[in-house]
């Protein structure tokens, strides 16, 4: 059999008398397919795959044919999915580490006996050290960088699961008035864990600079230190001093956190240079993460802790966290997540990730449902709310406030979303009153929030030159004087004024502003104006006991006359419409009026003559002007140009 892929054989493309054309030899004669180079020439599809993989191997010994490739099963995929998720994060140090503490859980719960405490110290500290050992070994002699991460991360979490270790110790002691073995124990672990952090910096030679390094020994502190606090109230204190303190660690944690404002504004240059091959934001942030969430923890368990007569008891509940049987709300959390919403908004700023400002800008939304309260699950919660709420105010008044606050500050640092979150933070504001706490219990609209928005919108305004924050501000301050004198002179005759406020300031805004928005206020101002005439037209008789008759009628020729008026300093010829209809609502009552005092005072058979003859002169005017054409259009010409409009382009 010959070869098909010599060069004079059709099977290559090529044939004898193409031999010197170069561009020949590049394409196959067949379906016209360009060669890359040789290899690829050899196996081009138009030969049996048989004779390629032969050709090839004669030509070229070296190439290798293309090995098949067989696709998985779904099950097949699964698994190998799990096992190089397993492999490449390596989470069973962190299974150990859960592991030895379920079983001293186990071992040590039943007894707070100091000699017990001081052997469960020793065995914390013992495995902590050794997983420290082990996360030493493998990052400096194998580089293992990404189990490395995993290891350190679960020396923190020992730190923090020391530092609530000894809880039941500072009860029974505080109890019984004597004794600080619980006070050495906490002081102690907290020397290890500062120790301990300190070697593993210097010998894994990781960079953490000092203004990370502060709060990150700060939160160490609050975690050790803030049983050592309870301790001291448990003895000393009213019990609603000591649920005050219990309620506050989350708030102290926020401002621990906010300690690492500096480092934040720095941004990731700050952390280039770490010794280590993580980046910003990993480095540290994922540290400071698996700190937020053990403030989160640590929050609900010492109201297991430290809540109640010390003894047996609060261990047996802690077994059980999920029982709602303690003081702990939702709301307890919002001051630390308001401090979280700061430092990833400050990070949003100093770095391109804008995505970072908008979830800074939706935690103050996610806070404030977190502080409305439900159906409260028990008596010690109710107590503890309503005597909260008696004392200060409520959770829910005090998240809206602060919601406002982070938005201004946010404003103020440039974020545009962040005035239509204070719009919607002070609008919640006037509704919600220092005794809100659901829906139900909302407050009646209150004036101050209401002036700041309506301050806020006019400065907006201002700024960028738009007539619909504007008119947001003036109707929100007028809003806010309503409420301050609220049955006064200045709500009576139906709300009268501040309703003629709130026209004359949008036909006045419509008539300073050039921006879309303004013509459209125009013409929402010349239709309101026929609303208010038939208002006054239907309401004629009170308005004339509220005021006086001729006051009444005053009013509406003003009424009838403004469109006219406006339209023509605004050149906006849909107010001359309008105004043509307020003429003819006018008219039609005045006719009516008419008619009723001649009909009062003549009888019907005199008074009809008249009003059928003055309906046909009215006709008959009309007919014989229609037909002064010429003269007819350079009027409608003449006024359509003092009202702005061109009838020759119109």
Known sequence: MADRNAPGEPGNGAGPDELGSAE?????????????????????????????????????????????????????????????TLYTHNPFYLISACLILAGLNAT??????????????????????????????IVRAGKVWEDGRGILLVVVLLFLATS????????????????????????????????????????????LPLLFRLPYYAILALFFGYPILLRALLTRAPDFVLLMAIFCFPTVAGLAFLLVMPAVRRGAEYV????????????????????????CVRSYYLTLSFH????????????????????????????????M?????????????RWLRYVALAIPLLALLMSFQ???????????????????????????????????YAWM????????????????????????????????????????????????????????????????????????FSGTWFTSAYGAIPVHLLYLSMLLIAALFRDPAARVLQHVGAIASVVLLGTALLFRGHLAELTAEPAAWAYIVLATAMPFVYGWLVRNITCLYVGLVDVGLSGLYLTGVLYHHLHTGLGTRSVAPFFWSALAFLLALTISLTKFRGVLRRMAAGIAHAYGTDLEKG
């Open 374 to 408: 439900g159906t409260p699950p028990d008596e010690t919660y109710r107590a503890f709310l309503e005597k909260f709420t008696t004392t200060f105010c409520s959770p829910v008044f005090l998240t809206a406030v602060g919601a406002a606050v982070f938005y201004a």
């Open 272 to 295: 280039r240079d770490n010794g280590t091959p993580w980046r910003w934001p990993w480095f540290p942030w994922l540290l400071f993460g698996v700190l937020a969430l053990a403030v």
């Open 164 to 207: 609530v270790s000894f809880d039941e110790i500072i009860n029974r002691e505080a109890a019984a008035g004597r004794g600080s073995a619980g006070i050495w124990l906490l002081c102690c672990g907290f020397a290890f864990a500062v120790v301990l952090s300190e070697g593993l910096l210097d010998g894994l030679r990781i960079r």
């Open 24 to 84: 020949a030899r590049r394409r196959c004669r067949r379906c016209g397919h360009e060669f890359t180079d040789q290899l690829d020439r050899l196996r081009h599809e138009c030969l049996p795959a048989e004779e390629a993989a032969t050709a090839s191997r004669r030509r070229y010994p070296g190439a290798q044919p293309p090995r098949p490739v067989w696709s998985d099963s779904p099950l097949t995929a699964l698994f190998k999915l799990i096992c190089r």
């Open 108 to 137: 040590f719960r039943a007894s707070a006996e100091t000699a017990n405490a001081w052997t469960l110290m020793g065995v914390l500290a013992g495995y902590t050290a050794v997983m420290a050992l082990a996360g030493f070994v």
């Open 308 to 339: 109640g007569e010390p003894g047996l008891e609060w261990i047996q509940r802690a077994a059980t966290p999920f029982r709602m049987d303690t003081i702990f709300g939702l709301y307890f959390l919002v001051p630390f997540a308001l401090s």
């Open 413 to 484: 640092r440039g974020a545009r979303l962040a005035a239509h979150g204070l719009t919607a933070a002070l609008l919640l504001c006037s509704i919600i009153g220092p005794r809100t706490l659901t829906v139900r219990t909302l407050a009646a609209p209150q004036g101050l929030p209401l002036l700041l928005l309506g301050l806020m919108q006019l400065s907006l305004a201002l700024r960028r030159r738009k007539s619909v924050p504007a008119f947001l501000g003036a109707a929100f301050i007028i809003g806010a004087c309503t409420t301050w």
């Open 341 to 353: 919403a700061i430092i990833l908004f400050e990070m949003g700023i100093v770095t391109p990730k």
